[in-house]
């Protein structure tokens, strides 16, 4: 490709809408342009990128066995209200109505349709199992659609779906999108972990996340530096504390604390480390308010202390006037001594001792409390976010925090779609079953996106070799002055071409230092500079993206590096 065709436009600025660097080089290297709000172009540039990223998706889908259709984006709503959602799914559903005032949406997801697809085609057992994927363009009304394509309203997603006759079937379906899953994530050279997004209830369906690490992931992921283990951040369980609590050495003391209504005030104000404090939460219970007791510095998990027997779902925390009335004084000094509502202690507190509490008295806390003797002994529960250095659930090893982006989804739907669509099959013993089903996503766009925020320096992307949109970019140094350097650069540029290489010449009659930032910008692996110094000493000069200084080559080494490198 020759640059001065391409009608590529980059640009120095960083784009104030841009917040999330992988949208601002996005924009930058003019790989995306903005049409509205999450809606974007993909320019030639940018969809050499996703064409790659789509081809080895499809290559291991199909490796995978699954088959590939095309399903239409626009749906009726009489699906979506056969299967509930018309409603359940809010205003993430872009609705719309034709000319005969039918209602449709635009699909955000495409379970229902295939459910419909899998009710009208398949018959037998014999036909199982199946797995149909497309790719293909949804659109969800994103509440707050931002960093450009990695949330974006309008986006491409592989989803996949599978069908087979029991939970055994569908087991090995799962697994095996978890392995095609395994090696896409792999040939994208990203560094990304499975996550549990396992609801955690009994009869609760096996679900897992695919992430790509990066400090501007959305999700806080925790995982484990012993076995493979990794979960969100909110669902991930904590345990019984381990070893012995330590000894009382201090009496409890109710110590004035005025006005020290927030961990930082009063540890500032008594000179304690927050590991030392509790704090008491009071929430709204099924039969009348209920205390949740928490190291200082942890954080309450509201999916956790839901799911506390007595505890309100949602987690409802009271007002002040039920705070009053439990502890008899002004919130901010609340405590488990001398309330008479249920409690909760985390597991955390287990191994505490001279630790502080609210006493329950406006501007009063206790200090040296201990358990056994100031307080009950109790059972404690999971009540809080895990946090690093917290014992991983593999009995070994300690869990790390970092923070991911979802860029893939494995689902088991079981029988939710087929039996309220009447999806089902003759058994071998000639019964009609229903379907088992598999549901499996890939978000193609944020891919790219999620690419970057993991290959970049401060000069721009660094394309891993499977995603560049070229493979060499070649760059002759003022070639519009000299004959003889545009003779061999084009000779070069055609003998790289026909070496299979996808080439960027940039043929712009350009200062080097503009040529090379592109270059740098637009993030190409492999860079040949040909100069006329070049040219006498029968040299090129070649530059990997990561590499800080150029190696002289000769034109045979040179070639012989870049189609041997497994760049093709
Ligand atoms: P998220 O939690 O990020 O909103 P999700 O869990 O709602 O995503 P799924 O329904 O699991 O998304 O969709 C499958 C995949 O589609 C996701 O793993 C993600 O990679 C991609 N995806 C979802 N929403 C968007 C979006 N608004 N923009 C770009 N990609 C998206
Ligand atoms: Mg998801």
Same mark, same amino acid.
């Given at each position: 490709m020759l640059y001065s065709q391409f009608g590529l436009t980059t640009l120095k600025e960083i784009p104030a809408e841009a917040e999330l660097l992988s949208h601002q080089l996005m924009l930058r290297a003019g790989l995306i342009r903005r049409l509205s709000s999450g809606l974007f172009t993909w320019m030639p540039l940018g969809l050499r990128v996703l064409r790659k990223v789509e081809a080895i998706v499809r290559e291991e889908m199909n490796r995978a066995g699954a088959l590939e259709l095309l399903m239409p984006a626009v749906q009726p709503a009489e699906l979506w209200q056969e299967s509930g959602r018309w409603e359940e799914y809010g205003p993430l559903l872009l609705r719309m109505s034709d000319r005969a005032g039918r209602e449709f949406c635009f699909g955000p997801t495409h379970e229902e349709v295939i459910t419909d697809i899998a009710r009208r085609e398949l018959r037998s057992y014999k036909q199982l199992p199946l797995n149909w994927y497309q790719v293909q363009t949804k659109f969800r009304d994103e509440i707050r659609p931002r960093f450009g394509v990695m949330r974006a309203r309008e986006f491409i997603m592989k989803d996949a779906y599978s069908f087979d006759i029991d939970a055994a079937g569908l087991d090995v379906s799962y697994q095996k999108m978890h392995a095609a899953y395994t090696r896409i994530f792999e040939r994208l050279e990203l560094k990304f972990r499975v996550v549990d997004a396992d609801s955690g209830e009994i009869g609760g369906s096996r679900s897992q996340e695919f992430h790509v690490l990066a400090d501007s992931g959305e999700d806080a992921i925790a995982y484990s530096d012993a076995d493979n283990y990794a979960a969100n951040v909110e669902t991930a369980a904590t345990f019984p504390a381990r070893g012995e609590r330590p000894a009382a050495t201090a009496e409890m003391q109710k110590v004035s604390t005025p006005g020290a209504r927030t961990m930082a005030d009063l540890c500032k104000f008594l000179s304690v480390d927050v590991e030392k404090t509790l704090k008491t939460l009071i929430v709204e219970g099924t039969e009348g308010p209920i205390a949740l007791i928490l190291r200082g510095d942890h954080e309450l998990n509201t999916v956790k202390a839901q799911k506390m027997p007595g505890v309100a779902s949602p987690l409802t925390m009271s007002d002040h006037a039920t705070i009053r009335s439990v502890t008899g004084c002004e919130p901010g000094f609340a405590g488990p001594i001398g309330i008479e509502i249920p409690v909760y202690f985390d597991h955390a507190t287990a191994n505490m001792a001279d630790f502080v509490?609210? %006493?329950?008295?406006?501007?009063?806390?206790?200090?040296?409390? /201990?358990?056994?003797?100031?307080?009950? /002994?109790?059972e404690t529960v999971d009540l809080r976010n895990v946090v690093a250095g917290d014992p991983a659930p593999g009995g070994s090893g300690t869990l790390s925090i970092a923070r991911g982006i979802e860029v893939g989804h494995i689902f088991q739907l079981g029988t939710k779609y087929s039996k309220t669509f009447g999806a089902t099959v003759l058994n071998k013993e000639g019964k009609k079953q229903a379907l088992e089903m598999g549901c499996y996503g890939i978000g193609i766009t944020r891919i790219v996106a999620a690419s970057i925020e993991q290959n970049h320096d401060d000069n721009g992307i660094i394309w891993p070799d499977p995603l560049t949109p070229f493979d060499v970019v070649l760059i002759p140094i003022n070639m519009h002055r000299s004959g003889d350097l545009r003779t061999a650069a084009e000779a070069l540029y055609q003998e790289l071409t026909e070496a299979g290489l996808d080439v960027l010449f940039d043929d712009r009659n350009a200062r080097p230092g503009v040529q090379f930032a592109d #270059?740098? =910008?637009?993030?190409?692996? +492999? &860079? *040949?500079?040909?100069?006329?110094?070049? =040219? #006498? #000493?029968?040299? *090129?000069?070649?530059? +990997? &993206?990561?590499?800080?200084?150029?190696? /002289?080559?000769?034109?045979?080494? %040179? *070639? #012989? =590096? =870049?189609?041997?490198?497994?760049?093709?």
């Open positions: 509490i609210g %006493a329950n008295e406006a501007d009063m806390h206790y200090t040296g409390v /201990n358990f056994g003797r100031d307080i009950p /002994n109790s #270059a740098e =910008l637009i993030g190409i692996p +492999h &860079r *040949l500079v040909i100069s006329d110094r070049g =040219l #006498a #000493a029968g040299e *090129l000069e070649y530059r +990997h &993206r990561r590499d800080t200084e150029s190696r /002289n080559l000769k034109r045979e080494e %040179a *070639l #012989a =590096l =870049l189609t041997g490198s497994g760049v093709k």
